[in-house]
């Protein structure tokens, strides 16, 4: 699956919608991340607050991270820590706002857009069985925090195969098709989930969460690109009538 240069990566991605854009917010993502493990960084990239590319964590970024969620034309957050060759500790975090942040722009989209939080990790990195449980525990946290309507697990290389399988030419709230390791719907969209009709073919790995359903397909993500996983997969997509 993965090439010689490339690093086996667990992914989170969070989608989630918010038109105020409160340094609030930023903090409590930022205070989130701090107590997992996530924060401080190395570096840290803030779109124009840091001149367009990463810089090297300072003290003073601490308030530069919430700032930026509430600044005006800074469409994305990125920070990294660890050496990226040095696979047992690498992890990256991206933040990537709607270009309709503030309504700064002229033209008004005929849908609501939405924001995406995504936190990756090495494989390296999470075969550490309390930095695994961190990872876990902080997506779990953000998905509390930001309610969204949609976020998914998985292994980096399999979610291209799986969004490719299902041919999702236009990805929307209400036109999601594929399920992934993990998995968070928030029932506002997906009223035909069945939390008891998912548990049984999941052996117990529901949960409900804000308003939403969260499962995995086991017990660990290790298991990501295995064939039970596929199967399992299936069974969920009959079980939530997903084409």
């Not at 995406?116 to 925090?145: A, K, P």
């Not at 359903?213 to 990501?224: E, G, P």
Request: glycine content about 4%; hydrophobic content about 40%; aromatic content about 16%.
């Amino acid at each position: 699956m993965y090439s010689k240069y490339e690093k086996p990566i667990i992914r989170a991605s969070i989608f989630y919608f918010d038109e105020m854009y409160d340094a609030l917010l930023g903090s409590q993502v930022r205070d989130i991340l701090h107590k997992h493990g996530f924060f401080p960084p190395d570096k840290m990239y803030a779109d124009k607050l840091t001149r367009g590319r990463f810089k090297k964590y300072s003290p003073e970024m601490y308030d530069l991270f919430p700032l930026a969620y509430a600044q005006k034309e800074v469409f994305g957050i990125s920070m990294a820590s660890g050496d990226s060759k040095l696979v047992e500790e690498f992890w990256k975090f991206d933040w990537n706002f709607t270009f309709y942040k503030n309504k700064k722009l002229a033209v008004v989209p005929n849908f609501r857009p939405w924001n995406v939080l995504s936190l990756d990790t090495t494989y390296g990195r999470m075969s550490n069985d309390n930095l695994y449980e961190q990872f876990f525990l902080c997506v779990r946290e953000l998905i509390e925090l930001l309610h969204p309507f949609y976020a998914r697990i998985d292994d980096v290389a399999n979610i291209n195969r799986l969004e490719d399988a299902v041919h999702n030419e236009q990805f929307r709230p209400e036109n999601i098709r594929q399920v992934f390791w993990g998995n968070y719907f928030d029932t506002t969209f997906y009223p035909e989930l069945i939390f008891d009709g998912i548990a049984n073919v999941l052996d117990g790995n529901v949960h409900q969460v804000t308003g939403g359903i969260f499962f995995t397909l086991t017990d660990n993500v290790f298991d990501a690109t295995t064939l039970r996983c596929d199967a399992l997969r299936e069974s969920v997509k009959n079980a939530m009538a997903l084409r």
